[in-house]
């Protein structure tokens, strides 16, 4: 009997280039997007955080296809703030309207970047390793930066609220349900409250902070001391034109 084939899911991509830096980000995934020199980079490591980003889903109650095809359907010219590290850019597809049901699978995912960025921390010593250069925050001063990132975005949302201490948790966590709150109403794809995110972006960019910093401390933990959950990533055995379709199995 000849093995069962899995159909590949189409996987939609867009890339967000500055001269020294592209984005590839998973469109319809929050918080899937990652950064390297080139487009080919960009999205060769996207794809390889596949095994790292698929227990955020699975936590959220969905589930990453094991295979899928990735397709470039999407370019935008990137600028400081891509440089600096950050995917900046709205896309035309971030501006898709939301029905309540996709707003929820949105919000989900946002609130299981927080929980797994909040488990990361709470098992990492406060002390990470450094880079080659000497630099790099530590844990407490990470968890810091990204609570006050998301008061910062939680006014995007349109919310008027006291800036939280990094130490209330009670705080951080009232912060947090009232954005996931705006996040879970349906859309038709404009600015939220008259500003300049959409709902896709405010989603996608809330849940890649987190991700990216969770990744970072685990990637920063002392090897002697392994932070639980962290997931291997393995990378691919092909390369992929920007532009053209690839079909990947992730490792389980």
Not at 112 to 120: G, I, L, S, Y
Not at 142 to 166: C, F
Not at 170 to 185: F, G
Request: charge should be neutral; charged fraction near 30%; aromatic fraction near 6%.
């Amino acid at each position: 009997m000849s093995p069962r084939v899995t159909k590949a899911e189409r996987l939609a991509v867009a890339l967000e280039s500055a001269p020294k830096k592209t984005f590839a980000t998973a469109l319809d995934w929050p918080g899937w997007s990652r950064s390297a020199k080139t487009d080919e980079l960009a999205i060769e490591a996207l794809l390889a955080y596949a095994p790292r980003y698929a227990p955020v889903v699975e936590a959220a109650g969905l589930a990453l296809p094991s295979t899928f095809d990735a397709d470039v359907v999407e370019r935008s010219d990137g600028g400081s703030g891509t440089e600096f590290g950050v995917p900046s850019r709205t896309h035309d597809a971030d501006a898709r309207p939301v029905d309540r049901n996709e707003a929820k699978r949105l919000a989900s995912i946002v609130e299981a970047a927080w929980a797994n960025f909040a488990k990361v921390a709470s098992k990492a010593p406060a002390e990470l390793r450094k880079g080659p250069r000497g630099g790099g925050r530590d844990r407490d001063k990470i968890v810091g930066h990204v609570t006050e990132s998301d008061w910062y975005y939680a006014r995007e949302l349109g919310l008027k609220l006291r800036q939280p201490d990094v130490g209330d948790r009670a705080a951080v966590a009232a912060m947090r349900a009232e954005m996931l709150a705006i996040l879970r109403e349906p859309s038709d794809g404009g600015p939220l409250s008259g500003r300049k995110w959409t709902q896709r972006y405010a989603a996608r960019r809330i849940a890649w902070h987190a991700l990216d910093h969770a990744w970072e401390i685990e990637d920063r933990s002392d090897p002697a001391e392994p932070v639980e959950g962290a997931a291997s990533i393995r990378e691919p055995t092909r390369n992929c034109k920007p532009g053209a379709a690839r079909t990947v199995s992730r490792a389980d």
